[in-house]
């Protein structure tokens, strides 16, 4: 799938709901303290690019070459020592891990203190399946 998302590079760069948000601001918010993150999924790299504005040490990963994350790997395969990060976080992404167990795993295993996920709302069976039409990399919904 991730020639679908490097095919996505410009939409995930340039649409308002991935680019900004109050979602954004709270997450810099909660890595008040944190000198280093990794965000995993990046897309777009509007996580990465608001921490290193915090002044972060960041390292974004991504599966897509496509979106010229610092490091390409899945979520549920993370290459990095355990406690490398003080801060993981993941944005808007879960809904497309084939795993999401084993990735929020893979997120606790390479934070040194805290993670964040963040993702989109379970509605019905029936949006799962609309959404699985609209866009096959969707596997599910868990919030």
């Keep these: 799938m991730s020639d679908v998302w490097s095919g996505r590079v410009e939409a995930y760069r340039n649409v308002p709901e991935?680019?900004?948000?109050?979602?954004?601001?709270?997450?810099?918010?909660?890595?008040?303290?944190?000198?280093?993150?990794?965000d995993v999924a990046t897309g777009g790299g509007h996580v990465a690019r608001r921490l290193r504005e915090a002044g972060l040490r960041v390292v974004s990963s991504d599966p897509a070459p496509g979106m010229q994350p610092d490091v390409i790997c899945r979520a549920e395969d993370l290459p990095f020592a355990d406690g490398s990060f003080d801060l993981v976080v993941t944005r808007i992404a879960p809904?497309?891990?084939?795993?999401?167990?084993?990735?929020?795993?893979?997120?606790?295993?390479?934070?040194?203190?805290?993670?964040?996920?963040?993702?989109?709302?379970?509605?019905?069976?029936?949006?799962?399946?609309?959404?699985?039409?609209?866009?096959?990399?969707?596997?599910?919904?868990?919030?």
């Design 18 to 38: 991935q680019r900004e948000g109050e979602d954004l601001d709270r997450i810099v918010e909660w890595a008040e303290g944190a000198e280093s993150a990794l």
């Design 95 to 143: 809904h497309h891990f084939d795993d999401v167990a084993a990735a929020v795993a893979e997120l606790a295993r390479v934070s040194g203190d805290l993670v964040l996920v963040e993702d989109t709302l379970y509605v019905s069976e029936q949006v799962e399946e609309a959404e699985k039409l609209r866009d096959p990399t969707h596997v599910r919904s868990y919030s």
